[in-house]
């Protein structure tokens, strides 16, 4: 190739690669943009040619070595894959308040926008994260050992890699008993996954699978475990930062687009140019000298009948002309009928593969896109079809099938020339609602439910409605798949698609925090009731635990348009005692009964996501009194912390950048910073003298967690700067047992006491974790007020911390409240309302 061609290529695929990454910050699937294209199509013609495939196996979002994977996919020509034993759950938000599920389908999907990145595929087990494990063994109990390892087994046996690659190396050096247990079962299933004895009842779908070897994709946490690591014998390396001259791009300059999709972890990364060694140790199978595909052959030559393939495919690639890109359709026909006489399952994946290089040969347009994002069950939706061949190559409409109801006839496309059509779909009654794949069945403890065997391990399932093009391209026909979408212009992003989504008739919406009962008198509780088609009317109802009194037993509406809403009101009575339940809602409309809300999460990076939610609220019924009444609240990474201040009484005001720095804060009895707020607010760090008059002129100030993390805080040793009105240096040690006993240091100090006495019962029913992120040190002006640990590790004294400062008062906690309150734990809402009313 001379040098003005390859400047060519590099032009074109940087223009393509830019194009799609704008395409991933939007929520649009980029599929179809990405993969056009004269150099694209090089790209698909030289992956052809190559049947090898590598797998790499850890724990969460943001484990995997994104490097190696553009190496593999990208460089290499291999089918690669991540298989991520859990979707993240457990962590923290960086760019929202959803925790849990919703945390989970966000970082489902930024593995998927990164994997369109790198080239590589995505796969999850049923395990969910539960927040940091210090231990394998409790990890591997609360998920159950021998279910995830299952999941893994099959995910080995359906994807069939060559290499298996493990991020982490199975021992206490990996910290998180999740990081640990992705490798203790990535070795195992490696050995059970060719046993016929192990999980036999995969076999009904899959044979058993051998992989060539399995290695450790090894790496530092600190300078010591990286001498501990050059120590090692009989490492082989790969440089993942090798430059792409097809590309324009360095692997490593892709691994920084890619690994910078985890938005939710603020996991913005440099794209790395040079050189970039990745070391490899075997853990299992034959050793490989010099390169880990060593004594793998990863031609077509492994498949029989495949050499006249690999000629074939040879041919085609010679014959490319980013010019005139429809000459390699002939050779590609030829390979085509030696490939589809192949009866194996590495040689029908290429068959797909090869169909896609005809389409882009062909510069084809194939779409059924949807009218509308919406439609209910018994609902109708009208169905566009538009195909263009914009290449120079004959082709023929032969005929398309959206999903199994709609047909659309034949037609000849001309050049550069839109046939259209259009056609109704009209869903069935007993369609199901579109809903994340993991979160279709109630989950079994610390596993998600899937039920079919043949769906564990995907990312996410196929669309609701898929449109299959038959077409014949120089006389011989092909079939194409592509998903139907609601493609629309939003006026500031432009073009842009969103996923079609099956909705009940009507979604119900209860609040998303717990609602407290501070005292045994009724309070109105509010459903709203939004219209997904016109003409809906029934009635709704509350569904109360036994103790609690809801009146009326049913509340009628009546709604003539979609997207109408209505807002009804109920008088919930709580109990005496003090108690923690859900109150349920559902409508009745005639036969029909309905009980789900609807979430949306429309962030920029992904695609929207939709799903529908039990209509439920927790409520909590527990004596919590507040002394401070007006609170500012400094938001940082996103919690829902303010929701329960208002349900405390407090009126909330949340504070901006010109709040902090001129705006009257003698206002407000306290200021409350929130999750990370240290972290991300540059505002709030610059305004730390203010608060420090602010206090001594008699307010408080309440500082929740934040982390030590050089890229955010200003840091001199170790020491926050700023953060507190004296010294304060933060470590990384967690409580991470919800159970784990409190001590009260000083128990009879008035914050512990005023206005609500804390007992140890207030610590009774917490979630996932009691704190996170410990000071290591503190000034003594600070008082020290509880104390917790891990079972068998030192007492952690530095989670409560209290300082008088002036007139006023100066609170840091790291317990978790942003988990706790949200789900309505009793004694969190009395414990944070003595904290915030700790200068009253």
Known sequence: MNKTRVQCHSALLTALIVTASVLFVAPARAEVRKTTGAAALEKQLEGLRVVGSVLMIAAHPDDENTA???????????????????????????????????????????????????????????????????????????????????????????????????????????????????????????????????????????QPWQAKRIMWNGFSFNRQQEQEMDKMPERLMVDTGEFD????????ELAGISRSQHRSQGMGSPERKGAAPNYLFLYGGDPAKKDFMDGVDTSWNRLPGGAAVQKALDEALAAYSMEAPEKVIAPLLKARKLMAAIDQVDARRKLTDLDEALAMAAGLWLEVGA???????????????????RGRAKVELEGVKAGDAVSFAGAALSYNQPHTDKADWQVPETAPLTQPLQLRQPRSGNLYTISDQRKIGLAEDEPILTAKFRVKIEGESIELTRPVENRYVDRVRGELSRPLIIVPPVSLKLSETALL?????????????????PNQSGGVSLQAPSGWLVEPAENKFQLAEAGQMVTLTFQVTPPAATARAEIHASARLGNLAVANGMTQLTYDH??????????????????????????????????????????????????????????????????????????VREDLRTSHERLRQYMEAGGTVVVQYNILDGNFLSTEQGTVKNMGPFPLKLGRDRTTVEEAPVQFLKPDDRLLQIPNTITASDFDGWVQERALYFPSEWDPKYTALLETHDPGEAVQKGGLLYARVGKGAYVFTCYSWFRQLPAGVPGAYRIFANLVSAGR
């Open 68 to 206: 190696l994977l553009a190496y593999c996919a990208q460089g290499r020509k291999y089918r690669t894959a991540y298989l991520s034993l859990t979707r993240g759950e457990g962590g923290q938000n960086l760019i929202g308040s959803e925790q849990g599920d919703l945390l989970g389908v966000i970082r489902t999907q930024e593995l998927l926008a990164a994997r369109r990145v790198d080239g590589a595929e995505q796969f999850f087990s049923r395990a969910i994260d539960f927040g940091f494990s210090k231990t394998a063994k409790e990890t591997l109990e609360k998920w159950g050992r021998e279910q995830v390892l299952s999941d893994v087994v099959w995910v080995i046996r359906r994807y069939r890699p060559d290499v298996i690659f493990l991020r982490f190396s199975g021992t206490p050096r990996d910290g998180h008993g999740h990081h640990q247990s992705s490798s203790i079962l990535g070795k195992e299933a490696f050995k059970l996954a060719a046993d016929p004895t192990a999980f036999p009842e995969q076999l009904k779908y899959v």
């Open 606 to 679: 992904i695609p929207i996501q939709t799903i529908f939610p039990a209509a439920k609220t927790p409520v909590v019924r527990v004596d919590a009194k507040v002394s401070a009444k007006r609170v500012g609240y400094v938001m940082g990474a996103g919690d829902e912390v303010p929701a329960a201040l208002k349900e405390l009484g407090c009126e909330v005001t949340f504070l901006e950048a010109g709040d902090l720095a001129h705006g009257d804060l003698s206002r407000f009895d306290v200021i409350v910073t929130g999750v990370r707020a240290w972290n």
């Open 517 to 533: 009962f501070a005292e045994r008198k009724a309070r109105p509780v509010t459903v709203e009731v939004v219209a997904r088609r």
């Open 371 to 389: 009218a509308k994002a919406e439609v209910t069950p018994g609902g109708t939706v009208t169905l566009n079809l538009t195909a263009v061949s």
């Open 245 to 252: 001259p097809v590309l324009g791009l360095s692997y490593g």
